[in-house]
Nanobody, 126 residues
Framework: QVQLVESGGGLVQAGGSLKLSCVSS????????MAWYRQAPGKDRELVAA???????KYENSVMGRFIISRDNSKNTIYLQMNSLKPEDTAVYFC????????????????????WGQGTQVTVSS
């Protein structure tokens, strides 16, 4: 059973930045795609960003140009650099590993099979 551990969340003012990390207990090269999702109170969980093995990426429209997803295979870690944060970015952010999905031409096609981290809270004050 793989473990994914997120960190880096916190409270920040609008316009500020945070960098989330997700450390995998397994080699992240085992996963076809790793991704960040978020869930705000009363809302469904939504994809924020995904990165495939070839470093192809997919971003949700509202974060494009503000967030950057990256991976460091040597550290079995993915990151989410969040800039120009807005109050509507407030949510619990979850790391996900996907055993069989793919990122292709700007879209993400998840397999639906993988693991989740426990989440890290991001709160952006206005």
């Amino acid at each position: 059973q793989v473990q994914l551990v997120e960190s880096g969340g916190g409270l920040v003012q609008a316009g500020g930045s945070l960098k989330l990390s997700c450390v995998s207990s397994r080699d992240i090269r085992d996963w076809h795609v790793m991704a960040w999702y978020r869930q705000a109170p009363g809302k469904d969980r939504e994809l924020v960003a995904a990165v495939g093995r070839e470093d192809r990426t997919k971003y949700e429209n509202s974060v494009m140009g503000r967030f950057i997803i990256s991976r460091d295979n040597s550290k079995n870690t993915i990151y989410l650099q969040m800039n120009s944060l807005k109050p509507e970015d407030t949510a619990v952010y979850f790391c996900n590993s996907d055993v069989g999905g793919t990122v292709w031409k700007g879209d993400y096609y998840p397999s639906g099979v993988g693991s989740w981290g426990q989440g890290t809270q991001v709160t952006v004050s206005s």
